[in-house]
């Protein structure tokens, strides 16, 4: 009853929270921007440093921290285990927040033990190698729409983005595909078996779903004319017959489908987890001790955010509010820092439930065989993106309003839905006679 009364709470209070965090950050950046400007330097400078400041190493960051110790309370709860709460203070464990400054002084304080026949130079190198790549994709990611700002005389046009570049996607692609060599050196460089055993299994996995996760958004950039994520989230505000908004996951259900499971492959997270195998004691970081190791475990719940910022600017409308947008924009007026604010409250909101969706499969799913990791890549998710990409392409030309498109989106959605409804039935096996006796009431 108190859990379920912490998590109706925080559902009712959250997104007042991430909306008035919002708003903060917004004047923030103008505020930066306004200092910049008035010493001579262009204020793009002090927007860009205000927003990596504040989005990259606040929000990507904390986020990431707080899932170590979200994914340990949601796991107890799948196990129906207490979780953590042996670290309290003045007799409260605030919901096991606490173990993110333990974990940090464990991790800073454990003793230094590194293999003595390790490549020293590659050995030192990986960590920041396999973290620095998953760090930097948040970059093109825009959390909020831009809004002009007046501070004193001066207007500033502040957005919640880092960077808007014209190669958008690529340089997500091209960053994605740097973090095979951290796991790579990090295997190889320990000069350990088991190391090295995880590293190969780590490159193999990541370099076989890049392509399928490369393809699986070519119909997202045809159908929206565009490499930026910027623009892409802006288009989906359009409205198909009236009244349907024209999100990716209408437009693009096969290829979300295929683009979150690539993803989800390239985090190394169950059931994709053959890298890390825990209970075979293989992995590429096996070999690494504290913060080194730190480093590795937190790229893991970076990629997390990441993927959960990604999907949701390409396939959830980004910062659409998309529920009573339009009446929100009528009260707030859609040139005001308000609106500004809902909006970019609403893209935190779908990045946090996105991330949740990953930590229930993450302990739902059993993990997968090596071979049935590779068939599931090159069997299924590549055939079914090449296909999606051929049938985008075709209904866009036969109809460039996408209203066709849509549609066949639609029947896609529906489809999988009845398949997935249909396999879960069908997988249901009928409890024995005698776990029906142990599950009675008073066994």
């Known amino acids: 009853m108190r859990r379920f009364l912490g998590m109706l709470l925080f559902a009712m209070f959250g997104p007042v929270a991430l909306v008035l965090l919002s708003y903060g950050l917004y ?46 309370k949601w796991s107890a709860m ?41 490549s020293r130079l590659m050995y030192e190198l990986a960590p920041m190698a396999a973290f620095a790549p998953s ?27 880092v960077a808007s570049i014209d190669a958008g996607l690529l340089f997500v692609f091209g960053a994605a595909s740097l973090a095979v060599y951290g796991t790579a050196l990090a295997g190889w460089s320990s000069n350990s078996k088991l190391a090295i055993l995880g590293g190969v299994r780590a490159s193999s996995q990541m370099i076989s779903y890049e392509v399928s996760l490369g393809l699986a958004l070519v119909g997202s ?43 989800f492959a390239e985090t190394k997270r169950a059931p994709f987890d053959l890298p890390e195998g825990e209970s075979e004691i293989v992995g590429y970081f096996v070999e690494y001790p504290g913060m080194k190791f730190g480093m590795m475990f937190l790229a893991e719940f970076i990629e997390v ?10 396939f959830f409308g980004g910062w659409h509010p998309i529920l009573f947008e339009q009446t929100l924009k009528d009260t707030f007026g859609e040139a005001s820092v308000a609106w500004a604010a809902i909006c970019a409250g609403a893209f935190l909101c779908k990045v946090l439930l996105l991330c949740w969706l990953q930590l229930v499969i993450r302990w739902t799913l059993p993990r997968f065989r090596f071979d049935q990791v590779q068939k599931l890549c090159w ?64 066994h």
Do not use: C
């Open 135 to 161: 760090f930097v994709l948040f970059a093109v990611v825009p959390v909020g729409p831009s809004v002009d700002i007046a501070v004193g005389t001066a207007v500033h046009k502040v957005a919640l983005q």
């Open 78 to 118: 799948i196990q129906n285990r207490i979780g953590p709460n042996r670290i309290k203070v003045f007799g409260t464990s605030v919901g096991g927040i606490f173990f993110l400054i333990a974990d940090a002084l464990k991790m800073l304080t454990k003793e230094n033990i590194e293999p003595s026949q390790r």
């Open 221 to 263: 950039m045809m159908a929206y004319q565009s490499l930026r994520l910027e623009e892409m989230v802006q288009a989906q505000g359009q409205l198909l017959w009236g009244f349907l908004p024209a999100l990716g996951v209408f437009l693009q259900p096969v290829g979300m489908l295929v683009f979150f499971a690539s993803s």
């Open 305 to 314: 955010v990441v993927l959960a910022g990604i999907t949701a600017a390409i």
């Open 379 to 442: 069997k299924m998710m590549l055939p079914i993106a090449l296909g999606n990409v051929f049938v985008s392409g075709a209904l866009i030309l036969l109809d460039g309003s996408l209203h066709l498109l849509a549609a066949v989106g639609l029947v896609e959605l529906v489809a999988m839905v009845l398949l997935t409804a249909a396999a879960s039935k069908k997988g249901e096996v009928p409890a024995p006679a005698h776990a029906a006796a142990h599950a009675a009431p008073g």
């Open 27 to 72: 004047w923030v950046v103008a505020l930066v921007e306004h200092f910049t400007s008035g010493h001579g330097l262009p204020p793009t400078y002090g927007a860009a440093i205000a927003n990596v400041l504040l989005l990259m190493a606040g929000v990507v960051m904390t986020t990431a921290a707080l899932l170590t110790v979200g994914e340990r």
